[in-house]
């Protein structure tokens, strides 16, 4: 089961535009460079980087596993839903969940 919705969030973040949207969030999918207590940066697949915060409200899906306490990694994929609404300065978007997997290594 693990391995299906690993699969299954890896066909997501390969096949699915950067940023799409759907009532009043949007999502953000790439690669994490950088993580810091509020805030990760992620690469897009189309190369750009933004800059995505994160609070107690945000929820983490670790592997399709819902964490309290598990956070990105850099190089982990990530697909997070987004909203413009409680972004914080220097920021582009605030996190109301974030997915994200660790890519296995051949």
Do not use: C, Y
Request: charged share 20%; proline share 6%; aromatic share 4%.
């Amino acid at each position: 089961m693990k391995h299906i919705v690993i699969g299954v969030i890896m066909a997501l973040l390969i096949s699915v535009p950067a940023v799409w949207g759907h009532g009043n969030a949007s999502h953000v999918v790439g690669v994490v460079l950088t993580v810091e207590n509020d805030h990760v940066v992620v690469k897009t697949p189309k190369g750009d980087t933004t800059t995505i915060a994160f609070n107690l409200e945000t929820t983490f899906q670790q592997n399709g596993i819902h964490s309290k306490t598990a956070r990105p990694q850099i190089g982990d994929r990530l697909a997070a839903e987004v909203t413009k609404k409680g972004v914080p300065e220097n920021r582009d978007w605030m996190a109301t969940e974030i997915n994200f997997a660790t890519p296995k290594t051949p």
